[in-house]
C-alpha cells in the first residue's frame, strides 16, 4: 500500500505565507507527477499545481507567480510554498501522486487525507 501524507497548513493572515509538504510511503517503485489539489468550501476539488518526475511544473492561473511546487525524489515529497495568501486561497489541500509499485504494475493514483488552510482577511 502507498500512503501519501501532508503536513504544514493552519491559519495565516491576508498576505501571509505558509509551507505544505506531503511525503509519499509505502511500497514504491517509481513516482510520477505529484500535484497539489484545493478544495474550496462548495465547491469541486481543483488543482493548483503539479510537477513532473523531472521537475517540470505547471500552475493553476490563481497560483502563478505567488505559489512555488518543489520536489525532493529521493524522498518522494513534494513542497508547496505558497506567498501572498489571499481569503479566496482557503480550502482543504490535497496531495495527489501517481505511483507504481512493481514493474508488472500499471501507475495508480493516490491522494493524502488533506490540510486544511485558512486566510483570515
Known amino acids: 500500500q502507498v500512503q501519501l501524507v501532508e503536513s504544514g497548513g493552519g491559519l495565516v493572515q491576508d498576505g501571509g505565507s505558509l509551507r505544505l509538504s506531503c511525503a509519499a510511503s509505502?511500497?514504491?517503485?517509481?513516482?510520477?507527477?505529484m500535484a497539489w489539489y484545493r478544495q474550496a468550501p462548495g465547491k469541486q476539488r481543483e488543482m493548483v499545481a503539479k510537477i513532473t518526475s523531472g521537475g517540470t511544473a505547471t500552475y493553476a492561473g490563481s497560483a502563478e507567480d505567488r505559489f512555488t511546487i518543489s520536489r525532493n525524489n529521493p524522498l518522494n515529497t513534494i513542497y508547496l510554498e505558497m506567498n501572498h495568501l489571499k481569503p479566496e486561497d482557503t480550502g482543504v489541500y490535497f496531495c495527489?501522486?501517481?505511483?507504481?509499485?512493481?514493474?508488472?504494475?500499471?501507475?495508480?493514483?493516490?491522494w493524502g487525507q488533506g490540510t486544511q488552510v485558512t486566510v483570515s482577511a
Open positions: 509505502g511500497t514504491i517503485l517509481r513516482v510520477a507527477d
Open positions: 495527489h501522486a501517481w505511483v507504481t509499485q512493481s514493474y508488472s504494475d500499471n501507475y495508480s493514483r493516490y
